[in-house]
């Protein structure tokens, strides 16, 4: 049996979300240094003034973020900002989300947060007052509580 917990708050999510944006910074910037040092420096034969190889770039930044996201909330439930901010990502069963939900739910997700959070705001006309990416992947954001970890329990 899984235990109910109600939908995390927006302050909640936004706060995960600047925490794991910064560690995504990191692990982008570790992964580009291979691909930079490729770079010689000469502008009219650079990486990046190459067409196609910046849209593979970035495509492998978008692919390494859903990397980052996919690995988390299949092996828990919860990035490390998820955990610090105790809020887990699950399926509608309360069980961690199936692969597809974790595709439906990033691909949903990528628009609606380059267009300044909108998929955040249908939370505002939801009944359940849920962003557009957890109501199509059948998925929610949930608050664990005060004390969700054992670790945090008094023995």
Known sequence: MTQTYPNASMIRRGA??????????????????P???LDTGDKTNSFI????LKHLYQLFLYLLIFAFYYVF???????LGMQVWKIRAQGEDGNIMTPMQCIIRFAVATPGTLLLFAGFFWAFFDKEHLPLQDRLS?????????KPYASERPA
Do not use: C, E, F, N
Request: hydrophobic letters at 50%; a neutral charge.
């Open 35 to 37: 691909i930079a040092s």
């Open 73 to 79: 909330w299949r092996m828990k439930g919860q990035t």
């Open 16 to 33: 995960s979300m600047v925490y794991d944006g910064l560690l995504i910074l990191a692990i982008m910037i570790v992964m580009s240094m």
């Open 138 to 146: 059948h998925s929610r954001v949930v608050y664990m509580g005060d």
């Open 49 to 52: 003034s190459d067409p196609i």
